[in-house]
């Protein structure tokens, strides 16, 4: 028997469980058939990962007499667009997706967030699973329900909170992911361990040759332990009014590097690799932490093969693409600060401050040496 691990996201009435098994991806018939589902199911998936499961998927889906829809969308962020939805939601209506009509989200973050859109505005709402399978979906996206999908004039712009009806996890799916998004997605790992979780953040520490390396056990707890994170910061503020937005460590500098970069130089966990490191910096020159901190940050994210520099744009830029986030409030951009390892506060931050931070770091830039260090 494998190891089934489940984490309750307990939301009320919309509470679901998150469930964690290598294989299951095989058995998946025989899960939605003990779930009562009958009749038509729609697989949203991309490209590449179709190409690697898709044929087991619908097979299994047939042998437990469930008729599959493939919708199979073009890779990557360009999708997110509100045109894919229409895609999606064209297919639906063609084939007489009705209200109690299930959808699969197989894919990482752009075909989980695009999905959980459509599945929250056909017909008012039908139910939909995440399958995750990257390691930026499995640890985070999935989870939480923020759906939706980017305007030409920001990212995730257009969406809604709508919660799956289950995550199903199945890490076997992340032995095929490219390295590059196997590594991106070691920084929002990175992310939890520094917001909430000392002793997690020592375990990725210790083991971080083993995650590299892809070592299964290893793989599994650390995808269960981001999903405790996220699910306990989730249910304790879903609509993000409050302690929800901790999970935007390392996203106000990352954010704003995604966009600078077009979100392809940089793609979002090299961005946010960057910010952790960068905003722990900026908290120490501000006093909120002390260096130790930011070389520790700075440790795990460089052995995780993470960037750490600053790509070099002006600081006017990078502060004009944070204030553009939509998480900007009242035109003030409110930083998440740690103040150790486990434990981070949110305050805002001055224009001033930035830009003093930033002189300082890059007037000792040639090794692109932190405020901090320097000013020991
Ligand atoms: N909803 C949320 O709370 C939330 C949180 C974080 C990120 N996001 C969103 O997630 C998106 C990023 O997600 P992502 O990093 O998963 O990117 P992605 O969905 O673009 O996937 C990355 C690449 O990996 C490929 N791929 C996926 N699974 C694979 C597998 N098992 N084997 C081989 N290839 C595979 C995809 O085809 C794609 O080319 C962004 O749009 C971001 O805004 C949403
Ligand atoms: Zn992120």
Redesign the pocket.
């Known amino acids: 028997m494998t190891v089934v691990s489940t984490v309750p996201v307990s939301l009320g009435e919309r509470s679901y469980d998150i469930l964690i098994q290598a294989g299951l991806l095989e058995r998946l018939g025989g899960r939605l058939k003990k779930l009562g589902v009958k009749g038509k199911v729609g697989v949203v998936t991309?490209?590449?990962?179709a190409r690697?499961y898709a044929r087991n998927l619908l097979g299994t889906l047939k042998r437990c007499d469930l008729e599959a829809v493939p919708i199979i969308l073009a890779?990557?962020?360009q999708s997110?667009t509100l045109k894919t939805i229409e895609h999606i939601l064209d297919a639906l209506a063609r084939h007489r997706f009705e209200r109690s009509s299930l959808l699969l989200a197989l894919?990482?973050?752009?075909?989980?967030?695009l999905t959980g859109f459509a599945a929250a505005i056909y017909q008012r709402g039908i139910p939909f699973i995440q399958i995750p399978?990257?390691l930026?979906?499995q640890a985070?996206?999935s989870v939480?329900g923020?759906?939706g999908v980017d305007h030409r004039l920001g990212?995730?712009l257009i969406g809604a909170f709508y919660q799956p009806r289950a995550v199903w996890i199945d890490p076997l799916?992340?032995r095929?992911?490219?390295m590059r998004?196997w590594i991106?997605?070691l920084a929002?790992v990175i992310k939890y361990g520094v917001i909430a979780d000392e002793q997690f953040f020592a375990y990725l520490q210790r083991e971080m040759s083993g995650l590299l390396r892809r070592q299964p056990d290893i793989v599994a707890a650390v995808v269960k332990r981001s999903c405790e994170i996220k699910a306990e910061v989730v249910t304790s503020d879903e609509r993000e009014s409050d302690r929800r937005r901790i999970l935007n460590y390392g996203h106000t500098i990352g954010h704003a590097l995604e966009a600078l970069g077009g979100y392809e130089s940089l793609?979002?966990?090299e961005a946010v690799g960057i910010g952790l490191v960068q905003e722990a910096d900026l908290a120490c020159s501000q006093g909120i932490c002390d260096r130790t901190v930011v070389a520790k940050i700075r440790d795990v994210v460089q052995a995780a093969g993470l960037s750490d520099r600053m790509p070099p744009w002006s600081p006017a830029k990078v502060w004009k693409a944070m204030l553009h986030d939509k998480k900007v409030s009242g035109g003030q951009v409110v930083g998440v600060w740690p103040e150790r390892i486990g434990y981070v506060r949110m305050a805002p931050i001055d224009e001033r401050v930035f830009h003093r931070w930033y002189a300082d770091s890059r007037s000792m830039s040639a090794g692109n040496k932190s405020f901090c260090k320097a000013s020991v």
């Open positions: 991309d490209r590449h990962v690697h890779p990557g962020e997110k894919g990482g973050g752009v075909v989980g967030d399978t990257t930026v979906a985070d996206s939480g923020k759906t990212k995730n799916t992340l095929t992911l490219p998004e991106a997605g929002e793609i979002h966990g």
